[in-house]
């Protein structure tokens, strides 16, 4: 493709690939085609590797709150994030970081694998993800006014009265649990993050299009990927978690990259299940419940699972208060807790369902039209007044 004629030769007709560059140190098969990359490879070898964590589904089921977490993401058009999962392998994670390069103006990112370059363009890397590919080559755009009110929508879903503050703003306030939930797997996976305690402002961003619905948000999946991997390949501090991210990125796309047998993954906890929950402070078992907790001091909020309180297609009230029932009851073994307004359990998934398919279809209707204005817009046409 002509965007990416800049790359291949350098002057005097010697390939940017031809030269290898010796190692530091111990350099695990790799070739460095420059020796920036085997500076950079350097660096991130003395990080940790931890395994991205993917969302497990039987979890999300299991505490009622799949079909809400599914309806946040599909409002983005990510809903797709759900399904994936990869290991994580050191040596294909600082094969890749250590040459990764990228271009948001001609859309493009470039490594390294298994000593072989490779190259892949913005939108297939937003369509393996399952993120729809944009157009402006920035990762957000906000497209409505007034400017999107940070604070405003964070006192809308948290229980602090303090301002958001990207720096000390934590997740644990944010009380609904899909909400929540919706931030720890956005925070694990395309945000690359190993500590996600406090929320970022553009995880905030991708929180509010997911209660506003899209029209009021365009996310360029291929461009979002290429910024995080970017930037943990160029940091000097912190666990790198993206290496699942990458291996899904190698074995799902048009490069087709197959791992020997001999590549070994990295051991740890590498899925959002109840375990997970458990030490992030999320929740707490008690007896066939679980409890779900909110603030710094994991204060017991309600009990889960609750289909009928979490279901996001009906709700209007972010700050999920407790049932009243519940709020004179503490946490402790035992029991079974019955929702006033629940419903008998195989209806109440047919209109989980049903719910959703119409949630889908209003969220495609709104999409195609963004889309179709973005491309258009993209061509040199702007929209005209009147008939």
């Given amino acids: 493709m002509p965007r990416f004629k800049s790359i291949a030769r350098k002057e005097g007709g010697e390939s940017s690939q031809s030269r290898s560059y010796a190692p530091l140190h111990e350099n695990l098969g790799i070739n460095f085609p420059t020796q920036a990359s085997a500076l950079r490879f350097a660096s991130l070898s003395a990080r940790q590797i931890k395994p991205t964590k993917f969302v497990d589904r039987a979890t999300l089921r299991e505490l009622g709150v799949y079909n809400g977490v599914r309806d946040l993401f599909g409002r983005i058009d990510a809903d797709d994030l759900l399904k994936i999962y990869a290991q994580t392998f050191k040596r294909i994670t600082l094969e890749v970081l250590s040459t990764f390069s990228c271009s948001m103006t001609d859309r493009w990112m470039r490594f390294q694998v298994f000593n072989e370059p490779k190259i892949l363009d913005f939108d297939h890397v937003g369509d393996i993800f399952g993120i729809e590919p944009g157009y ?68 905030l961003f991708l929180l509010h299009g997911m209660v506003e619905y899209l029209e009021h948000v365009s996310l360029d999946g291929g461009a979002l990927i290429a910024q995080k991997l970017l930037k943990v390949a160029e940091s000097t501090v912190g666990d790198i978690c993206c290496g699942g991210l990458i291996t899904w990125l190698i074995t799902e796309s048009r490069l087709q990259v197959v791992i020997p047998e001999e590549e070994v993954p990295v051991e740890g906890l590498d899925r959002l299940n109840i375990e997970a929950f458990t030490r992030f402070h999320f929740l707490r078992k008690v007896g066939r419940r679980y409890s779900w907790l909110v603030g710094p001091h994991h204060t017991h909020h309600s009990y889960l699972p609750d289909r009928v309180r979490t279901r996001v297609n009906v709700h209007t009230d972010w700050l999920f208060p407790p049932p009243q029932e519940e709020g004179q009851e503490q946490a402790q073994e035992g029991g079974q807790h019955h929702h006033p307004h629940a419903q008998p359990r195989g209806l109440e998934e047919r209109l989980d369902d049903l719910t959703h398919q119409v949630s889908q279809n209003t969220t495609t209707l709104a999409n195609l039209e963004r889309n179709l204005y973005g491309y258009f817009r993209h061509q040199g046409y702007e929209p005209q007044e009147g008939p």
């Fill in 136 to 203: 402006d080559g920035e990762p957000f755009t906000y497209n409505s006014s007034p400017i999107y009110p940070a604070n405003a929508f964070w006192h809308r879903i948290s229980d602090t009265q303090a301002d958001y503050d990207s720096q000390r703003s934590k997740g644990s306030s944010i009380l609904h649990p899909c909400l929540r939930i919706a931030h720890r797997i956005l925070s694990s996976t395309i945000f690359c993050r190993s500590d996600s305690g406090t929320v970022l402002s553009q995880e």
